[in-house]
C-alpha cells in the first residue's frame, strides 16, 4: 500500500491496481466462461471511461489554454494603448517645455527691459535733480593755464 494523504486516494490506486491485474489476466489466461462476458463488459466500460476523462480534461486544457490566449490578446492591447498614452504624454511634456523655454526667454527679456528702465528712471531723476539745483548736467571743466 502507498503512503497517501487520504483513504479515497488509496482505494482509487487500488481500484487502479485491480483493473491493471483484471487486463492482464484478461489477456494472458483469460477468464472462465461463465465471467468472461462480465469481465470484457467491465473493461470496455473501463476504457469508455477512461475515453471521457481524458476528452475532458484535453477539452479543459484547450479551454484553459484559449483563456490563456484571450488574457494575452487582452494583456497586448492594454500594453499597445499604454504605450499610445505614454507617447502623447511625452509628446505634451515636450511641448510644455518648449512653451516654458519661451516663457523663460520673455521672462528674460522683461526683466532686461526693466533693469534699462529703471536705470533710465534713475538717469532722469539725477537730471531733474541737477536742472532744479541749476547744476550743469555736465560739470564744466576750468582749465587754467599756468602762467
Known sequence: ?????SPESDDLVLLA????LVRHLQSAAGFPQSSQRTVIRWLAKKDQESTRFKEASQAEQLEIAR???DAA???????????ITAERAAVAVERDATAAEAA???????????????AIV??????VHRDALHLPIVP???WSMPS
Open 73 to 83: 490578446w487582452e494583456a497586448s492591447d492594454a500594453a499597445e494603448r499604454a504605450a
Open 122 to 127: 534713475r538717469i532722469g531723476v539725477w537730471i
Open 140 to 142: 564744466r571743466l576750468s
Open 1 to 5: 500500500m502507498s503512503l497517501s494523504n
Open 17 to 20: 491496481q485491480l483493473e491493471e
Open 104 to 118: 523663460n526667454r520673455r521672462a528674460a527679456i522683461a526683466i532686461i527691459i526693466t533693469a534699462i528702465s529703471v
Open 67 to 69: 483563456s490563456a490566449k
